[in-house]
């Protein structure tokens, strides 16, 4: 009897229980966001209970990608998110890893704050024939909240992925600095009605509400 107690003891003791709480995840997709503007972004999540969990994630702008001939703010930003999340559903479970892949959805408020270098392409009303750049300095204030939704799944006892997307609002407020182009005066900006669409970003008529949306993609390893 004594024996058998002890070979189970023995092969108990060789399965790996993580029973962690804590998680530290890279977002990778937030080094190549062409949309607002890529940081070196990292969160850490904290498991209250076998459904819920709360994360915080922070991101610094060290880079950007936009060139431009006259540099009016050097480009630099950061990003803050807090998100509370439920894991609703559980696609499959072995005696090892009791969490291997999980669906979840949840709320995440976020802050975003930064500034560059923008250029756009404009006609003037007493030049319609000629195009002019106009290089112009840009800072962002923008905050809102997102519906989230998503896949976790872990790879081994720690390492994971964490696939995402979500729906929301943002809250933006623009400002120029240096900016000669005026809509009000009559000037036209280029391109199709597409790239007019997105130049706009860039202006301060875009602040406001807007709907938003996000997708990404963290790579976690628990503690």
Not at 7 to 28: R, V
Not at 142 to 148: A, R
Request: hydrophobic residues 35%; proline residues 2%.
């Amino acid at each position: 009897m004594l024996c058998f107690i002890g070979i189970s003891n023995l092969i108990f003791s060789q399965i790996n229980y993580n029973k962690s709480t804590w998680t530290i995840k890279g977002n990778a997709t937030s080094l190549f966001d062409i949309f607002t503007f890529p940081t070196v972004q990292l969160s850490i999540e904290k498991i209250l209970t076998n459904h819920l969990s709360l994360s915080s994630e922070a991101g610094y702008q060290f880079y950007d990608f936009r060139r431009t001939d006259t540099t009016f703010l050097d480009p630099k930003g950061f990003k803050v998110n807090f998100e509370c999340r439920y894991y609703f559903y559980k696609l499959f479970n072995t005696r090892i890893s009791k969490n291997s892949a999980k669906l979840y959805t949840g709320l995440r408020p976020f802050y975003r704050q930064n500034q560059y270098t923008a250029s756009i392409p404009y006609q003037t009303k007493f030049d319609p024939v000629n195009w002019k750049d106009d290089d112009f300095g840009v800072k962002n204030n923008s905050y809102g909240l997102y519906y989230i939704f998503g896949f976790q799944q872990s790879l081994s006892d720690r390492l994971l992925f964490d696939f995402h997307g979500g729906v929301g609002v943002i809250k933006r407020t623009i400002k120029n600095i240096e900016l000669q182009y005026n809509k009000d005066s009559g000037d036209i900006l280029g391109g199709t009605d597409l790239i007019q669409f997105f130049e706009t970003f860039h202006l301060n008529e875009s602040s406001g509400l807007w709907g938003s949306f996000l997708f990404g993609i963290r790579i976690g390893y628990r503690l």
